[in-house]
């Protein structure tokens, strides 16, 4: 038990030795040195670093006052953006609010349902949210660095149109803030022209490192949750990440960790949770190792579980499939509510022993249970101990696999703050939409198709 997030990897002891540790370290503290002096690979991507101490306390108060107009004058509060630009604001909203925020009563969430989009080119989910909308007054956070992403582009079209219809045009347009360039861009071109409430995605950061931006911060505001909070919790751990001696440093040790596990041929990393709150965490995180490990031929593979739920599916791979496995398992200390079991009269199901057990007690049996026999099926598991599903926790945690993941790239050998992998899919995907340009190319891939 800890009073912050704490990273430990005594349960791998079996296949991390004391030497092995001892020999990563000079590597670990050199790629945090990297790191803070900004003189690696990708050092222009570097932002993130000191973000939690040195963000933009005017922006920081709009965002907040932005919420609260949202707050009061929508039922429905749409966010719009895909990869970087979405995922860390659904993570940190089901976190801190809950797998039924949107389905509780508006005097319950005292704010709007809040609902991502811009993150498929599914009509059919387009549709779907359209019609939930309905009539209902509504505003959209259109979230886009370059402002020309297709998938984002696409919904924002449509969301625009229908707020346009609703409201007309100037009223439409104080229903719509942007989240985009400083400066360049066709968002901020359009944003500058309309009007529209603009926050920036800093030239500094990615993607992948830009939920405590305004990029995060907007929708996670929104549902009422402590922004304060959320970033005093990350400013905890960047002191501990930057300033503490490799042993007590959770964000080092774990790059290590990993590290030496990956060299011992454990290419796969599986992010455990055993609370569905959890679930999109572990979708933030796929992309933040996936894309800034992921290139030059190397990278550990990023996965997810939802456990128990994936012990019913996957756990028969986990524990006897290809050896090349290491967990990762993201344990809450202290559920946010818990439930006393309680005896039958007829004890058909055999439960009546646990009466007066809790039901965190059994999941926390459970996943002890799993990771000895996970590690016992030569799966080393490590573990992510986190106090409360709340702002200070969360923002500790955002913050502690960011920096784990800065200092990873730089023990691999990769610039973790790029990502040239991602085009390819768009130049074949323009070729065939036929974007002018793109003809030679949409006849190439015509034939292969
Ligand atoms: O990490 C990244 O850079 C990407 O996931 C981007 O965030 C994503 O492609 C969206 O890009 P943009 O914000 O320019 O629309």
């Not at 949210?129 to 924002?156: H, Q």
């Not at 019913?312 to 524990?319: D, E, K, N, T, V």
């Not at 199901?349 to 926390?364: I, S, V, W």
């Not at 990769?414 to 040239?420: A, D, E, L, R």
Request: proline share 3%; aromatic share 10%.
């Amino acid at each position: 038990m800890g009073d912050r997030v704490r990273f430990d990897y005594t349960t791998a002891s079996a296949f991390i030795s004391a030497d092995e540790m001892a020999g990563i370290k000079g590597q670990a503290l050199a790629a945090r040195q990297t790191l803070i002096e900004g003189t690696g690979l990708g050092h222009d991507f570097l932002g993130w670093v000191n973000l939690p101490v040195a963000y933009d306390k005017e922006e920081f108060a709009r965002i907040k006052k932005a919420a609260e107009k949202i707050r009061r004058d929508s039922e429905v509060f749409i966010a719009i953006g895909i990869g970087g630009s979405y995922l860390g604001a659904q993570a940190a909203n089901v976190f801190l609010k809950g797998v039924f925020y949107n389905n509780q009563s508006a005097d319950v969430r005292k704010g709007p349902e809040v609902y991502f989009c811009g993150n498929s080119i599914s009509s059919t989910y387009l549709q779907e949210l359209l019609d939930l909308v309905g009539d209902r007054d509504f505003s959209i956070n259109v979230i886009s660095k370059s402002g020309t992403t297709t998938e984002p582009a696409i919904a924002f079209r449509v969301f625009k149109e229908k707020l346009i219809q609703k409201y007309g045009r100037e009223e439409a347009a104080k229903r719509i803030y942007a989240t985009t360039d400083r400066a360049r861009g066709a968002l901020k071109t359009l944003a500058d022209a309309e009007g529209y409430e603009e926050f920036v995605v800093p030239d500094d950061v990615g993607g992948r490192f830009s939920v405590l931006t305004a990029v995060g911060l907007l929708p996670i505001a929104v549902t009422g949750a402590d922004i304060d909070k959320l970033m005093e919790g990350a400013a905890q751990m960047r002191e501990v990440a930057v300033n503490a001696d490799f042993e007590e440093n959770d964000a080092l040790l774990y790059a290590a960790a990993r590290n030496i596990l990956l060299r011992k041929g454990k290419e796969v990393e599986i992010l455990g949770n055993y609370e569905p709150r959890l679930h999109y965490i572990g979708e933030w995180w796929k992309q933040l190792q996936g894309e800034s490990e992921g290139k030059d031929k190397k990278g550990i593979f990023p996965a997810a579980v939802d456990l128990t739920t994936d012990l019913h599916s996957m756990g028969q791979y986990i524990q006897d499939g290809r050896r090349f496995l290491m967990e990762t398992i993201m344990n809450i200390e202290t559920p946010k509510q818990d439930i006393v079991m309680k005896k039958e009269e007829s004890d058909l199901d055999g439960l009546n022993y646990l009466e007066g057990r809790t039901m965190d007690f059994a999941n926390k049996c459970a996943m002890n249970g799993t990771l000895l026999a996970h590690t016992d099926g030569d799966v080393p598991n490590l573990r992510i101990n986190i106090p409360a599903l709340d702002e200070i926790s969360l923002g500790q945690l955002f913050y502690l696999f960011e920096f784990e993941c800065g200092v990873s790239g730089y023990i691999l050998g990769v610039n973790p703050f790029n990502q040239p992998g991602v085009e390819s899919y768009k130049k074949n995907m323009f070729a065939l939409l036929g974007k002018p340009g793109y003809e030679a190319e949409h006849d190439e891939l015509m034939k292969r198709l």
